[in-house]
């Protein structure tokens, strides 16, 4: 199966600053790879499809980008309700796998 | 809107069978256009999807667990189900329902239950 490596583990960033959080694939995943929020004691919800598309009701200071291999999830601006856990998941090949997230706190 | 319930036991001591529900209310579970799927996540790690259910009936599941799981569904409740036989400690975790986004593909999750905890303790 396809290993989805995240990096940072953690990553800790002031309100209005920039987030960059990294997510690897052991094998291309095309542009098959979604991004999720998770905030403690709530399910995941989907942000990103397809690498670049945002879900239904998504703010536009999450972008996806990269192809491949490698991808990036940014936050332009943090805004308080932001600070969470953030998984990427490849759908490229069964079966589907997450990576281990990456925990975004207040600097 | 389309919103998914799970329920289950709770605890659970070694070598039992795990049955767990999801409740599809506000949209037809039959509807062809959507799978269903179960996803889990043990205490502060990351996301193991389980299996799903296609709207044939036909299922899918994961390797790793792929002989101890079953998903089945209900058209006259709204809800599919996942059994798991023979549980330990390695099967504690929150247990998601969530709803395919493409059918009949590998996909990703667009719609998901609150999640319900299962503690496997003797």
């Known amino acids: 199966e396809i290993v989805m490596t995240q990096s940072p583990a953690a990553l800790s960033v002031s309100p209005g600053e920039r987030a960059t959080l990294s997510c690897r694939a052991s094998?291309?995943?095309?542009?098959?790879l979604a991004w999720y929020q998770q905030k403690p004691g709530q399910a995941p919800r989907l942000l990103i499809y397809?690498?670049?598309s945002r879900a239904t009701g998504i703010p536009a200071r999450f972008s996806g980008s990269g192809s491949g291999t490698g991808f990036t999830l940014t936050i332009s601006s943090l805004q308080s309700e932001d600070f969470a856990i953030y998984y990427c998941q490849q759908y490229y090949r069964w079966p589907e796998t997450f990576g281990q997230g990456t925990k975004v706190e207040i600097k | 809107q389309v919103q998914l319930q799970e329920s289950g036991p709770g605890l659970m001591k070694p070598s039992q069978t795990l049955s767990l529900t999801c409740i599809v209310s506000g949209g037809s579970i039959n509807s062809g256009t959507s799978d269903w799927s179960w996803i889990r996540q043990p205490a502060g790690k990351g996301l193991e999807w389980i299996g799903r259910?296609?709207?044939?009936?036909?299922?899918n599941y994961s390797p790793s667990l792929k002989g101890r799981v079953t998903i089945s569904v209900d058209t006259s409740k709204n809800q599919f189900s996942l059994r798991l036989t023979s549980v330990t400690a390695a099967d504690t975790a929150v247990y998601y329902c969530?709803?395919?986004?493409?059918?009949?593909?590998?996909?990703?999750?667009?719609?998901w239950g609150r999640g319900t905890l299962v503690t496997v303790s003797s």
């Open positions: 397809g690498t670049y």
């Open positions: 259910i296609y709207t044939s009936g036909t299922t």
């Open positions: 094998q291309s995943v095309s542009s098959n």
């Open positions: 969530a709803r395919d986004s493409i059918s009949y593909s590998t996909t990703y999750f667009d719609l």
